[in-house]
RNA sequence: AGCGGGGUGGGCUAGCCAGGUCUAUGCCGCAGGGCUCAUAACCCUGAGAUCGGUCGUUCAAAUCGACCCCCCGCUACCA
């Protein structure tokens, strides 16, 4: 039998600067639920990658003294680090500036104009010829333009439109009859516009830009970037005939930020339709991190680097924190003072040394073999944390399921506090209570397999130091409520996981 | 400005929809004590909120209604 495919992506990042905290953030996340389903048995893709096509390249070039290749290139690379850096397990990183990725944009810009979708017209306002880009009222300061000091022109230019309006019916439909947006609120605030602004034609090419993707039948044209940006996600997967298109499309989660939920769950459906493309399952639209309660913005100098992060702190402390500080669906606040808190307190405090004193227990007690149990089965408490494994990841599967990724981690953090509470009451230290190690050796599996999809590597250190064949992923999630850890097993020699910060 | 969400001890948060048992929950942090196998976990005690404000409904409101203040999100045709 076929595994059950799972195909995720990130929204694509662009590169007019380098990597923040924010971008991490949502390559976390997508890397733990990409993780998680492949735990339970999946077929996963999961790609992530950068949009190069922007305009607005041009100009930051230019600010950086590069040629735009280079400077693209540069920042490209970054975050393919960014990626690297921290355990991100991405299957594919496009960029909308390789070849594969280009042909598509215009294969699907074409097949647009063929089903009678793409229209001339002209679209006029305001233009700034030093930023190149046009301006709204709100974005002059007393009629000029705030960077250049100008005042902009009324232009008017010919440009391609795409009906979007069209469409209107079958993208209200879709939102409101499936749970295509997640969360709930997200999905309101699109019918809420769609019901009272309805959807207008969307000019879909720029003229005045030398960098982006040409219309390909009228070349001096430029697509415009979210329509060509919004392409990687079949591009990569080599549309319309690669096998990996035909395997794992449509996609089963987009991940995005609240900032971009209308491109996704409006303009990339209606692109689709108009293509006769199958439309995407979700669209899982997470909150952002804030500092001191503020956006992040380059200007205020809250963009923090997350490389300067890993500096001080370990790869796993930083996603900890991330996956479990910040409520998946809302903005969360990050500090350095807050990550270390969490860290010292939880991750170093419960659950680390959780495991580190059943296993130097095991070890010292039994030299380092586990312990023949006998009636625990008669012993409330015994029953009590045996129900807790057995239950831990179904509780998460519940969560994961709703991409609760936050609340399924408190999940794996209260469960180490009881197994803490379950050693206190049990006292193996003075009594050797061969059940109580038992129990809680197993316990430490379960840990071990539950953190997998949070903090790979140090999953893998507790399943090295537990002596366990292969990988958690070997045994699969459900595996993680199994006492697998049979008596006579020999553990390896303990050491410390997670380090006190 | 329009629409939507929200304001609970230092921080985050439960409760509100189905009003009384809320003299308001939990976690973190803070003060003190117990215990100590362990990277001080676990247990106990304590300080700290009149639940944004005002008025009302009611025998009774954090919970219902009105008005006000503040915060946030989406939008204001962002090329």
């Given at each position: ?233 079949i591009s990569a997967l080599g549309y319309p005939d690669g096998e990996k298109y035909k395997k794992y499309w449509p996609a089963d989660v987009h991940l995005i930020g609240k900032g971009i939920n209308w491109f996704h769950s409006v303009i990339w459906p209606a692109i689709l339709l108009s293509c006769g493309i199958p439309l995407p399952k979700h669209i899982l639209v997470h909150g952002y991190i804030t500092i001191g309660g503020e956006k992040l913005s380059k ?203």
């Open positions: 039998m076929p595994r059950e495919k799972f195909y995720i992506t990130t929204a694509i990042d662009y590169v007019n600067a380098y990597p923040h905290l924010g971008h991490l953030y949502e390559k976390v996340c997508a890397d733990i639920i990409a993780r998680w389903n492949r735990l339970i048995g999946r077929d996963v893709f999961f790609l992530t990658g950068t949009d190069e096509n922007a305009a607005k390249n041009e100009k930051a070039a230019r600010e950086a003294g590069l040629e735009v290749k280079d400077f693209i290139d540069r920042n490209a690379k970054r975050f393919q680090e960014l990626c690297r850096a921290f355990n991100i397990s991405n299957d594919d990183f496009i960029r909308t500036t390789e070849e594969r990725h280009r042909k598509v944009s215009q294969l699907i810009f074409k097949k647009m104009f063929e089903n009678g979708d793409i229209y001339k017209g002209s679209y006029s306002g305001l233009y700034c010829y030093g930023c190149e880009e046009y301006k709204t009222e709100k974005d002059l300061v007393d009629g000029k333009c705030p960077e250049h000091g100008t005042e902009p022109e009324y232009i008017e230019e010919e440009c391609y439109f795409f009906r979007l309006s069209k469409y209107e019916k079958q993208v209200l439909e879709l939102i409101e009859q499936n749970q295509f947006i997640i969360p709930e609120k997200r999905k309101q605030e699109m019918i809420a516009r769609i019901k009272s602004e309805g959807l207008r034609d969307l000019a879909v090419s720029r003229s005045r830009v030398g960098w982006g993707v040409e219309v390909p039948f009228d070349p001096k044209h430029k697509i415009y970037v979210w329509v060509d940006a919004l392409v990687n996600y200007s205020k100098g809250t963009a923090i680097d997350p490389f300067k992060l890993l500096e001080k702190y370990e790869v796993d402390a930083v996603r900890y924190f991330l996956a479990r500080d910040i409520p998946f669906f809302e903005d969360g606040d990050f500090s350095e003072k807050a990550l270390v808190e969490r860290v010292n307190g939880e991750l170093v405090g419960n659950i680390g040394n959780f495991i580190h004193r059943t296993l130097t227990l095991i070890w010292n007690l039994y030299n380092g073999e586990v312990p023949e149990p006998h009636d625990y089965e008669n012993d409330r408490d015994c029953m009590r944390l045996l129900e807790s494994i057995k239950m831990l990841p179904n509780t998460m599967r519940e969560k994961f399921e709703n991409y609760e990724i936050d609340k399924a981690l408190k999940e794996v953090a209260d469960f180490s506090i009881q197994c803490n509470r379950f050693l206190q009451a049990k006292e193996p230290w003075k009594t050797k209570d061969p059940n109580a190690l038992f129990l809680c050796v197993n316990a430490v599996r379960t840990l071990a397999i539950t953190l997998r999809p949070y903090l790979p590597s140090s999953s893998e250190k507790i399943w090295k130091m537990l002596n366990l064949d292969g990988l958690p992923e070997d045994y699969g999630w459900d595996s993680a409520g199994e006492l697998a850890i049979k008596p006579g097993h020999r553990i390896s020699k303990p050491e410390i996981v997670f380090k006190k910060i």
